[in-house]
């Protein structure tokens, strides 16, 4: 921490007979001017740029820029931010171990020393993403699929392990242990960190970036956090950091107590349905107002989760006494807690009834006590549904989908004494990071199995059940309480520690059941207690997926349809034939309450004593030594990705884009999914072909997320999402394209390599909100290997971006009305890109020339999306990665 401390600010603190160093908020507010209402998380990275001031990265200027956001309540000032620390799951986080094995490769072959490459920073990756729900609803699902996800991902673990002896600063969490936002808010985060330097302890926030969106969890602990592309936490991992503009920072005032039958899910909901109709993309959500005094701590994590679905950086919550209350009750260290509040109060970033409400941007107001019972969906988390009202809306998407008359239509399933129909729940999941933290809606799930049992209620025999927490904890509680028993008895059984359903991992659906759906063309549903429902991503034949809270995936268990009106129609009929509704067997607040109380400290030391440590599969694993990794030329799961490929050449000098050929043509929302699909690998797919190639038998290909660390899976994956729509071929599912000029039909992936040989550069043409989703780096990473130079859409999603320019991708934005619509863009149009060729400067506008099939021309102009200096300088680099090795290799 290099601070010049221009501002004199440098102070200590006695906390518990020890003494910790840190930068004063209050001190510099004596050069500064007033920042008491500034909004704590604004306060953070206040503090952050005093404590690393150099002169260079962080200058005078940047703190001023703070202080009078007061007045502008904006800044178009560019800071650089550094983290404290770097959060991975394995599905983002294998491809940048790769990518740091491929650096280290890279400097070895220059002539330098491989020991270079080593995270600065804390790194914690966490194994959540890769178990499947291959078996469920029986006592032995978990240890099967321990076994199934093992023996899949072998290549993949000992890589992990390899990655965990061989670099500093890396900490890896075995699979089966829990979900990195979970393991991160319950174990991981300390609300303040310290750090040793020249004999001296220093306190600061405790701060981070992680590889996953969902990072935002742990804002409901007063941490600041939030998703970066692998690609961006990679470079923060070695030194760099993270520039970002000055935020805009939206105040979210709570008032009021959530109503009897009403849980956080149903709150969350509701709040991301708001702040999406308000507008925050790309901007900090602070919360606020006396609803906090009411609102549990799970509760805001809950709420700083769906940070992404809301379409924010992050969702923030101040420190406060809960939080303290929280950190005990997960068995934090005293001496810790006790610094949380000395430090949090000393520096005025502690909320309580006395603090002044902060300034922000703009503000919104809710009253907790009108929060109603919700779900979202049919594929989107901010399309809020009432409970009462799931019934109508899937009415609505049979008769927009021209299906309103087959609806009562049963459909027989082989074997079976039961049929289906439109609307039948196939997949009942409580999983997720989002829900699973949350022992309140855990514990009414449970009490709520507990109810329905005792009435004599059952799961429909086709609804896929299954429960698969963020930590051990959870089933700790839930057997403590006594409310395994009942889960186990609707089909509740655990089937793993990670996030399964909710990224895709929902396994297969019985034979039968898929063959009924398919034959039938059947609308289907999944409720699930997870944060994404979009196209595609549950499960490739459900078509129809709703969000829920727990209790309420238990509940449509066993009603076994979302063509339900929860208010009037009963769930099921007891033992003497009368009608059970949920009314009936929904736990009380006193219940709940009464529930959660059982939990406490031991239960997480205890858990947490040995996380690092794994069980005896993990264990076994054989791990190669050395300080490069030996790459196995006949892996299809890790494989040296070419990227650093001409590393020791200096970097050709950036140039216009001459006579490019659009690749594809996209609407609005594009996801992450869409770009590079998570789940299931098609077998007819470019990847799925390229397996069957070497070997690689269709049941065994696991999933997209698993074979993340191999580039020649991932690029055949790019574009290649069942559900994707190409107007190329008039908006057509599935990812096919044009090639032109040829007008031959062929998967994008055939058309990229076609083009790649013709020596034409590719672009691609989309909507509105490109790059929604998870922060999956390979959209990224498989769009350069396409052969794609720029991609020009309407809106990007904050990560996206980043990515793109990360890996050299040019991000340009169409201005003002202007969309391919406006321009009537075909996909069969000659595109060059004018003025990249002198020098390059943040937000510049470039001009696009257009040459049509009947040789007429015409010109528009798009402004490119390089928002910052330091982007200007990744970009020229060739991308990020390359800019710190190229860095690197020249000292």
């Not at 330098?112 to 490459?117: E, V």
């Not at 923060?236 to 008032?255: K, W």
């Not at 300080?627 to 050709?652: C, H, K, L, M, R």
């Given at each position: ?341 000395a430090y949090c109060k000393a520096q005025g970033i502690w909320r309580d009834s ?420 998870s922060s999956r780096d390979w959209a990224a990473k498989g769009t350069n290997l ?106």
């Amino acid at each position: 921490m290099p601070s010049l401390d221009s501002l004199n600010c440098r102070r200590s603190l006695e906390v518990a007979g020890k003494t910790y160093h840190y930068y004063s908020l209050p001190d510099a507010a004596t050069h500064l001017g007033d920042i008491s209402r500034l909004p704590t998380s604004l306060k953070v990275l206040l503090e952050n740029l005093l404590r690393w001031e150099d002169g260079v990265t962080v200058r005078g200027e940047d703190f001023d820029a703070l202080a009078q956001w007061l007045q502008t309540r904006s800044s178009e000032r560019e800071i650089q931010y550094r983290p404290a620390r770097v959060l991975m799951q394995d599905f983002t986080g294998v491809p940048a171990v790769v990518d740091l094995a491929a650096m280290r490769d890279a400097v070895a072959r220059a002539g330098g020393d491989p020991q270079k490459i080593n995270p600065l920073s804390p790194v914690d990756l966490v194994i959540d993403h890769s178990v499947m729900v291959d078996r469920f609803g029986s006592d032995q699902a978990f240890h099967e699929n321990v076994e199934i996800e093992m023996q899949r991902n072998g290549e993949r673990y000992e890589f992990l392990r390899w990655g965990q002896q061989a670099f500093d600063n890396f900490s890896v969490v075995p699979p089966g242990t829990g979900i990195c936002h979970q393991v991160n808010l319950e174990y991981l985060g300390q609300v303040v960190w310290t750090r040793e330097e020249d004999g001296a302890t220093y306190a600061y926030p405790d701060t981070l970036v992680g590889t996953d969106s969902h990072t935002t969890m742990i804002n409901g602990l007063g941490v600041l956090g939030w998703g970066v592309g692998g690609i961006e936490a990679e470079a923060a991992m070695l030194g760099q950091p993270v520039s970002m503009l000055i935020p805009e920072v939206v105040g979210f005032r709570l008032t009021g107590k959530l109503r009897e039958g009403v849980t956080a899910t149903d709150l969350v909901l509701t709040v991301t349905q708001m702040l999406r109709k308000h507008g925050v993309v790309g901007k900090f959500v602070e919360f606020y107002g006396p609803g906090l005094d009411h609102l549990p701590l799970a509760d805001r994590a809950t709420i700083g989760n769906m940070a992404p679905e809301y379409g924010a950086t992050c969702g923030f919550f101040p420190v406060d006494q809960v939080t303290i209350d929280y950190l005990r009750l997960t068995g934090r260290n005293d001496d810790r807690i006790a610094l949380v509040e000395a430090y949090c109060k000393a520096q005025g970033i502690w909320r309580d009834s006395q603090t002044p409400d902060p300034i922000f941007t703009a503000s919104l107001e809710l009253d907790l006590d009108q929060v109603q019972p919700s779900l979202a969906g049919p594929k989107r988390p901010q399309d809020r549904v009432d409970l009462k009202e799931i019934g109508a809306a899937f009415d609505l998407l049979l008769e927009t989908g021209g299906k309103k008359q087959q609806a009562d239509t049963p459909a027989p399933v082989a074997g079976e004494d039961f049929s289906l129909k439109h609307g039948a729940v196939v997949i009942a999941a409580i999983t997720s990071c989002t829900n699973t933290s949350n022992p309140n809606v855990l514990m009414a799930a449970g009490l709520l199995a507990k109810k329905a049992v005792e009435r004599g209620l059952k799961r429909q025999p086709w609804v896929k059940s299954s429960l698969a927490p963020g930590s051990k904890v959870v089933t700790d509680y839930l057997e403590r309480a006594g409310l395994t028993r009942y889960l186990d008895q609707l089909g509740f059984n655990l089937v793993g520690y990670g996030c399964t359903t909710c990224i895709g991992n929902s396994g297969p659906l019985p034979d039968a059941i898929g063959e009924a759906i398919t034959d039938n063309d059947l609308i289907v549903s999944s409720v699930l207690s997870g944060n994404r429902n979009f196209e595609g991503r549950v499960h490739p034949l459900v078509k129809a997926n709703w969000l829920a809270s727990p209790p309420l995936v238990v509940a449509f268990a066993l009603a076994g349809t979302t063509r339900i009106n929860m208010d009037t129609d009963p769930l099921g009929y007891d033992a003497s034939n009368q009608p059970v509704y949920l009314r009936d067997i929904w736990p009380s607040s006193a219940e709940v309450s009464q529930a959660v109380g059982m939990i406490d400290g031991e239960m997480f030391r205890s858990r947490y004593a040995d996380v690092f440590t794994g069980d005896e599969h993990w264990q076994r694993i054989a791990v190669s030594a050395g300080d490069t990794y030996q790459w196995n030329a006949s892996s299809t799961y890790v494989q040296n990705p070419p990227f650093f490929e001409g590393i020791g050449e200096p970097p050709a000098p950036p140039r216009d884009i001459d006579n490019a050929r659009i690749l594809a043509l996209f609407g609005d929302s594009i996801t992450t999914d869409h770009i590079s699909p998570a789940g299931n690998i098609k077998a007819s797919s470019p990847a799925g072909l390229y397996l069957q190639q070497l070997g690689v038998k269709p049941e065994d290909f696991n999933s997209y997320g698993s074979r993340r660390g191999n580039h020649e899976v991932m690029m055949r994956g790019t574009f290649a999402n069942i559900r994707i729509k190409n107007e190329v071929l008039g908006g057509e599912e599935g990812g096919e394209t044009l090639h032109q000029p040829s007008g031959e039909r062929m998967s994008i992936y055939d058309a990229a390599m076609r083009y790649q040989q013709e020596n034409v550069p590719l672009i691609v043409i989309a909507g509105k909100e490109y790059g929604t989703g998870s922060s999956r780096d390979w959209a990224a990473k498989g769009t350069n290997l396409l052969g794609v130079k720029a991609v020009i859409a309407e809106s990007f999603e904050r990560i996206h971006r980043s990515n793109l320019i990360g890996m050299g991708v040019l991000a340009l934005q169409f201005v003002g009305e202007q969309s391919r619509k406006t321009l009537g863009l075909n996909g069969r149009e000659i595109l060059s890109i004018r003025g990249l060729g002198g020098e390059i400067k943040p937000r510049q506008l470039l001009t696009v020339d257009v040459e049509r099939e009947d040789g007429s021309r015409s010109s528009f102009q798009v402004l490119c999306r390089i928002d910052t200096q330091n982007e200007v300088e990744y970009f020229k680099a060739g991308g990020i990665l390359h800019y710190v090795l190229r860095q690197l290799i020249g000292s």
